[in-house]
């Protein structure tokens, strides 16, 4: 796993925000609609709600803006923006609609790695400042929604939409980011897959189990990487697919799942949007201070896995 070269420039989160759809589909509702029940969904998943609705580039407008916003930047201030999605409007040209609608002036990439998709994004746009950005918006967006099969009991209650962003700025001295880590299964992509233009197809039991394996063994790589153990971490932001799922690699990594930030209670799975849309929660409750140790872990289709180590603020010990 590669380290961060010494010297390398490196960058604070300075801003986010997020955005839900109005819409709220309840365990309930979905159950007048197939063989399922509220309670069934609430044990196995730890879901009790999800909202759906708009479009990968409406969601990610709003985020963004709200980023911006509280980083006290104008548009044209970002040098680059990074959209991690896995379900783009359009087969190109989804993040190049989001630089327009925000008046950015600056390079608009999208970046696809399913659930995972906010880790690969974040660990690119602290490459791209490390080169010479100075900042750099980063929005996860999924509107998984459009490519959920409503009539498989199987997938149906998992899966909705959402997004979260976070401006990267960067810093003179120590970033926030210690360690990285980003993986790939591509023998594993048979158990959860969605052809373009299909569904989400998915063998829930082996991605269970692979998603605890892949999630335990990101995060360590990433906190060996950082020097640091499961004791040191205040806040543990996990991909928000599964409560159950959260709940196991807490379990094996040793932090007690009350460090865990979680909204999936009321957002269901959100793929790119699940990891900023808990970061944004914690924050906003006050729940990290300047200094603490942040782990962020993901895991996704394909399959794919990522990690980030932050110290919040940056800065050394
Ligand atoms: N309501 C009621 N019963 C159900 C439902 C439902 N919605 N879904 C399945 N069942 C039934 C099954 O048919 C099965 O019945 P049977 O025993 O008569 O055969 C029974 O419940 C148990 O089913 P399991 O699949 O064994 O249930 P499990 O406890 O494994 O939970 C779940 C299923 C929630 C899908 C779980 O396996 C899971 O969360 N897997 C991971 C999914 C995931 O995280 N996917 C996203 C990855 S991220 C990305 O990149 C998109």
């Known amino acids: 796993m590669p380290a961060i070269r010494p010297g390398a420039t490196g960058a604070v989160i300075s801003g986010w925000g997020t955005a839900l759809p109005e819409k709220v589909i309840s365990n309930d509702e979905l159950a007048a609609t197939m063989d399922t029940s509220d309670e069934w969904i609430r044990t196995r998943t730890g879901i009790h709600e999800r909202r759906v609705?708009?479009?990968?580039?409406?969601?990610?407008?709003?985020?963004?803006?709200?980023?911006?916003?509280?980083?006290?930047?104008?548009?044209?201030?970002?040098?680059?923006?990074?959209?991690?999605?896995?379900?783009?409007?359009?087969q190109w040209g989804t993040a190049s609609l989001v630089q327009h609608e925000l008046g950015l002036s600056?390079?608009?990439?999208?970046?696809?790695?399913?659930?995972?998709?906010?880790?690969?994004?974040?660990?690119?746009?602290?490459?791209?400042?490390?080169?010479?950005?100075?900042r750099a918006l980063v929005i996860g967006t999924d509107t998984l929604s459009r490519i959920t099969d409503w009539d498989d009991r199987g997938t149906a209650p998992l899966f909705a939409d959402g997004s979260?962003?976070?401006?990267?700025?960067?810093?003179?001295?120590?970033?926030?980011?210690?360690?990285?880590?980003?993986?790939?299964?591509?023998?594993?992509?048979?158990?959860?897959?969605?052809?373009?233009?299909?569904?989400?197809?998915?063998?829930?039991?082996?991605?269970?189990r692979r998603a605890v394996r892949l999630m335990v063994d990101s995060a360590e790589k990433a906190m060996t990487?950082?020097?640091?153990?499961?004791?040191?971490?205040?806040?543990?932001v996990p991909h928000q697919?599964?409560?159950?799922?959260?709940?196991?690699?807490?379990?094996?990594?040793?932090?007690?799942?009350?460090?865990?930030?979680?909204?999936?209670?009321?957002?269901?799975?959100t793929s790119s949007a699940s990891i900023p849309l808990a970061l944004a929660d914690a924050l906003d409750a006050g729940r990290v201070q300047h200094g603490d140790l942040v782990l962020l872990v993901g895991f996704g289709g394909g399959m794919t896995a990522g990690s980030c180590v932050l110290r919040w603020g940056g800065g050394v010990e």
């Open 225 to 236: 990487q950082a020097g640091i153990t499961a004791d040191d971490v205040s806040l543990v």
């Open 106 to 134: 600056c390079g608009a990439i999208e970046v696809n790695a399913a659930c995972s998709g906010f880790m690969y994004g974040l660990v690119q746009a602290h490459g791209m400042i490390a080169m010479g950005a100075d």
């Open 241 to 269: 697919a599964n409560i159950r799922i959260i709940q196991a690699a807490c379990d094996r990594l040793g932090i007690p799942i009350e460090r865990a930030a979680t909204v999936l209670h009321r957002t269901g799975n």
């Open 164 to 208: 979260g962003a976070v401006v990267l700025e960067a810093v003179d001295g120590p970033g926030q980011l210690l360690a990285w880590d980003l993986d790939a299964d591509g023998s594993l992509l048979p158990i959860l897959w969605a052809d373009v233009g299909g569904t989400i197809k998915m063998e829930g039991k082996e991605v269970f």
């Open 53 to 90: 609705g708009g479009s990968t580039a409406g969601l990610s407008v709003e985020s963004g803006r709200q980023a911006l916003e509280m980083a006290g930047l104008t548009p044209d201030r970002i040098d680059v923006l990074v959209l991690a999605t896995t379900t783009p409007d359009k």
